[in-house]
Each structure stands twice: as structure tokens, then as C-alpha cells.
């Protein structure tokens, strides 16, 4: 079975710096990876997404992330935060060709200070 | 577009009682369907998934059970509620079996 590890439970920065939350993954096949985003009081709502290709995807709200096949990683990245990201950001991924669902990573807590 | 409903958006219940959270999906047709319960500090466990009319998965062994009566009808279920069974149940549906999914507002389900 995969299983997703993030390994920042919570993370506290300062407005216009730089963000990189880690994810790693294990499983011994293909996967499809999602970050999915969760804003107070809010559903979860998915940020990015890798299939295949282009292992630097880009998300909504300035959101990256790369995969890297060899590390089983796929972290996500922002260049510039805003006090509007404050929530909580999840890892997930999903065994290519199977009908169980995603595996969720344990989730991270951002607070971005004004 | 495709939308998900899914509720009551919170319920208290005693121990012992039933439980029936229900969950649809408009816009599209025969989709994946999941239930995951979220717990603070340990992410989304999925519950039950579902590929079909009739086709439930169970994930993890539980006090709970689904089904799904129609196509675009999930519902969680209990016959006799324990206090563990606390916590928040979302519901969610993926288009293929590969794709991303997308989710309810969620239920907050406090047994007490």
C-alpha cells in the first residue's frame, strides 16, 4: 500500500517569503500526485496536480510543484506568500490504474504573519 | 458543472443511536465515489469507495458501512454510534479512477 509522508506539521513565516512544504512518497509503482489545499472554514480544494510530462507543475495562486522521481518526492513551492495562504496544505497520492482513492499525507499547518 | 452536496453539515448523537450521512453528486454520471473521515494532525483516512451502483470497498475495518442506492447517491452509515466514531466525514468524487477528487463541505459528527 502507498503511504505519504509531509514532513512540516506546522510551518509559521513571514509575508513575501519563500515557501516549501516537503511530501514523500512510497510505493513501488506509477502514481498521479495532488496537493489539495485547505482555507479556514473552507472544503478542501485541489492546488495542483501531476499525471505525467512536465515534472514542474503549476497550480492556482502561484502555486509549484516538482516531481522527482528518484526521491519519490513531489514538494510544494512559493515564491512569494501572502497572509492569504494561511491553511492547511495536504499531499496526496493515488496508484495509477486503481479505484481505491488518494492517500493523504498527515497534513501542514501554514500561518503566514502579516 | 459539477457539484457535490452533502449533509447535515454537523450532528450530535447520542452513543447507541443510527447515523446516515448522505452525499450526491450532480453534473455528471457514473463518478467514483469515496467517504474519508479527516482527524486533526492525521490527515484524510479513506473509509469506502465506490465504482458502481451497488459496489461498495471498505478501506479499514469500522463501526460504519456505506452504500450507494443510486448512481450519484453515497450514503455513511451506522446502526449503533460510538464515541469514537467522532469526527469529520467528507465525501468526494473523481471522474476516472485517476483522477483528482473533489469534496463536500464535510459533516462534523460529535458523539455523545
Known amino acids: 500500500a502507498q503511504s505519504v509522508s509531509q514532513h512540516n506539521h506546522h510551518v509559521i513565516l513571514s509575508e513575501a517569503a519563500s515557501l516549501e512544504l516537503g511530501c514523500n512518497y512510497s510505493?513501488?509503482?506509477?502514481?498521479?500526485l495532488f496537493w489539495y489545499v485547505q482555507y479556514p472554514g473552507q472544503h478542501l480544494q485541489l492546488l495542483l496536480k501531476?499525471?505525467?510530462?512536465?515534472?514542474l507543475v503549476k497550480g492556482i495562486k502561484g502555486f509549484e510543484a516538482e516531481f522527482i522521481k528518484s526521491k519519490f518526492s513531489f514538494n510544494l513551492r512559493k515564491p512569494s506568500v501572502q497572509w492569504s495562504d494561511t491553511a492547511e496544505y495536504f499531499c496526496?497520492?493515488?496508484?495509477?490504474?486503481?479505484?481505491?482513492?488518494?492517500?493523504f499525507g498527515k497534513g501542514t499547518h501554514l500561518i503566514i504573519q502579516p | 458543472s459539477q457539484t457535490i452536496h452533502q449533509w447535515p453539515a454537523t450532528l450530535v448523537q447520542p452513543v447507541g443511536s443510527p447515523l446516515s450521512l448522505e452525499c450526491t453528486v450532480e453534473?455528471?454520471?457514473?463518478?467514483?465515489l469515496y467517504w474519508y473521515r479527516q482527524a486533526a494532525g492525521r490527515g484524510l483516512q479513506l473509509l469506502f469507495y465506490?465504482?458502481?451502483?451497488?459496489?461498495i470497498s471498505s478501506e479499514v475495518p469500522q463501526n460504519l458501512s456505506a452504500s450507494r442506492p443510486q448512481d450519484r447517491q453515497f450514503i455513511l452509515s451506522s446502526k449503533k454510534l460510538l464515541l469514537s466514531d467522532s469526527g469529520f466525514y467528507l465525501c468526494?468524487?473523481?471522474?476516472?479512477?485517476?483522477?483528482?477528487?473533489?469534496f463536500g463541505q464535510g459533516t462534523r459528527l460529535t458523539v455523545v
Open positions: 468526494a468524487w473523481s471522474a476516472t479512477q485517476n483522477t483528482e477528487a473533489f
Open positions: 510505493y513501488g509503482g506509477t502514481v498521479n
Open positions: 501531476y499525471f505525467s510530462g512536465d515534472p
Open positions: 496526496a497520492v493515488k496508484r495509477r490504474g486503481g479505484a481505491d482513492g488518494l492517500t
Open positions: 453534473g455528471t454520471s457514473n463518478p467514483n
Open positions: 465506490s465504482v458502481g451502483i451497488g459496489q
